[in-house]
């Protein structure tokens, strides 16, 4: 599989697949035509991995709040060789870089051009992708107003420009419908043989512990509320859905808030690894939760 993601962000799913993929409904390899709807897209492990895994999918539809992010999308569908060749251009720039005071300097330079948010597409994604290469930790984060402020991280050499992952997702996401937005909006396309997957912002396992930065929207409790109606709107149109969070119930609280939202569905675990924490004492393994609609899995089954 050549296509993944092209950027990195966290919360991504990349090694949650296979468990992610042994959740899905028993039967799903034998439903047809599916329309797959992730609402809240991200770095897009899943979606990556589901187009290239199930050829029974038929039309797909992607959504993110970030705009900035669905841009990068529209730019690697409709214009990958363009992209190609400014990134290889900022590389190059960046790689001719004598010092780790240019570079920071540079760094600087071209965060305060992508928050100016008043560049064209292109250009745009260009910065997108090199601050996600060059920032600390290469992680995404925006303050109360909206600008990134992800500090310099320092590295002399990183891939700015992947041409392979790029043309393999552009390959990819030629029939996949694109927006930006409320993840509310997605439910109009959904139809037939729908799968929903959610993967909102986790709920913080503590005040501090979390990241939850995305957007400058916050992610609070009342928001994973009005989430999980949602899901009962999903559930009662006739869709199916799954979807991640954090699991506060195996945590010293015994938080329930989960175990009580989502008790009309059905609550499965999965084991995670926590790479973007600042402490490198708290990247162990922790467990997630997956809530589904379906009674029976891929796993279920096969035991
Ligand atoms: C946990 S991340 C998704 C991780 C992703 N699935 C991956 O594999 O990388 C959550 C995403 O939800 C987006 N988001 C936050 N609030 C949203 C909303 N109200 N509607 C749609 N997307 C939202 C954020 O911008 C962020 O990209």
Not at 193 to 200: A, I, R, S, V
């Amino acid at each position: 599989m050549k296509a993944k993601p092209f950027v990195k962000w966290v919360g991504g799913k990349g090694q949650l697949i296979d468990q992610l993929e042994a959740l899905l409904p028993a039967d799903f390899d034998q439903w047809e035509n599916v329309t797959y709807i992730e609402p809240f897209v991200g770095g897009g492990a899943m979606l990556f991995h589901m187009l290239q895994t199930h050829s029974n999918i038929k039309s797909a539809i992607i959504n993110d709040i970030n705009a900035d992010l669905t841009t990068c999308y529209t730019v690697v569908k409709e214009q990958p060789s363009v992209l190609v060749e400014s990134l290889k251009q900022i590389q190059k720039e960046y790689y001719a870089l004598q010092s780790e005071d240019a570079r920071r300097e540079f760094f600087m330079r071209m965060r305060d051009e992508f928050n100016t948010k008043a560049l064209a597409p292109i250009r745009n994604t260009t910065l997108f992708f090199f601050l996600n290469r060059t920032c600390f930790n290469g992680l995404y984060r925006v303050n109360k107003a909206g600008l990134f402020n992800v500090p310099f991280g320092r590295y002399e050499t990183p891939t700015i420009c992947d041409p392979v992952t790029i043309y393999a997702d552009s390959e990819l996401l030629q029939n996949v419908e694109i927006l930006t937005g409320d993840y509310q909006q997605t439910l109009e396309y959904a139809s037939g043989n729908t799968l929903f997957y959610f993967d909102p912002p986790y709920r913080p396992l503590s005040n501090t512990s979390s990241f939850n930065d995305y957007a400058k929207e916050a992610f609070n409790d009342l928001a994973q509320k009005r989430l999980k109606n949602f899901c009962d709107t999903v559930e009662d149109a006739g869709f199916n859905f799954m979807l991640s969070n954090s699991d506060c119930f195996n945590t010293p609280l015994k938080d329930r808030f989960f175990e009580d939202l989502y008790l009309a569905y059905k609550i499965e675990r999965v084991w995670a690894s926590r790479s973007v924490n600042a402490n490198p004492n708290k990247r162990g393994k922790l467990q997630e939760i997956l809530v589904h609609n379906y009674e029976n899995t891929k796993l279920k089954q096969a035991v």
